[in-house]
């Protein structure tokens, strides 16, 4: 580019910058080059992106129909097995309905909440007060007897 720019004509003496509007070709055509070439690049890029994508939207879709199939499979097989409870006796039935409830968990939650109280209100060198005393008691073998 520099050469082209100094040339006078065939066998003469080049001068500096003699033929400045070559310098304007020159430019441009690396512009121009160097335009297409990244156009190029970032065409394969993008051709590369949509085909993984593509590629990857097919294996999620597959993932996706073996976990829904996997799901459905479960779901019929838990729907076919019958309950570990159903071969219990009617009151072993009963009992173990009660213990699952949550108003049972809620008497044992007032209770365990009653025992705090009633073991916050005594101190040391307490007076005998026979009534709370006996009610803290209750309430501590109450609550051990489920651990």
Not at 47 to 70: G, L, M, P, S, V
Not at 118 to 124: A, P, V, W
Not at 129 to 142: A, C, G, N, R
Request: charged share 25%; glycine share 2%.
């Amino acid at each position: 580019m520099y050469n082209s720019i100094n040339v006078v004509d065939v066998d003469m003496q080049s001068i500096r910058n003699y033929n400045e509007a070559k310098l304007v070709y020159f430019i441009s055509f690396l512009l121009l080059v160097s335009f297409f070439v990244i156009n190029m690049f970032v065409g394969v890029v993008v051709e590369n992106f949509h085909k993984y994508r593509a590629e990857q939207q097919r294996e999620e879709k597959a993932r996706r129909t073996a976990k829904r199939a996997k799901k459905i499979e479960r779901k019929n097989r838990r729907m076919s097995e019958i309950p570990y409870y159903a071969h219990f006796s009617p009151w072993r039935r009963h009992l173990h309905n009660i213990c699952n409830s949550k108003y049972f968990d809620l008497i044992i939650a007032a209770v365990i909440s009653l025992n705090v109280v009633t073991m916050s209100l005594e101190f040391y060198l307490m007076p005998p007060l026979k009534s709370v005393v006996s009610l803290s008691d209750f309430l501590i073998y109450y609550k051990g007897s489920f651990r």
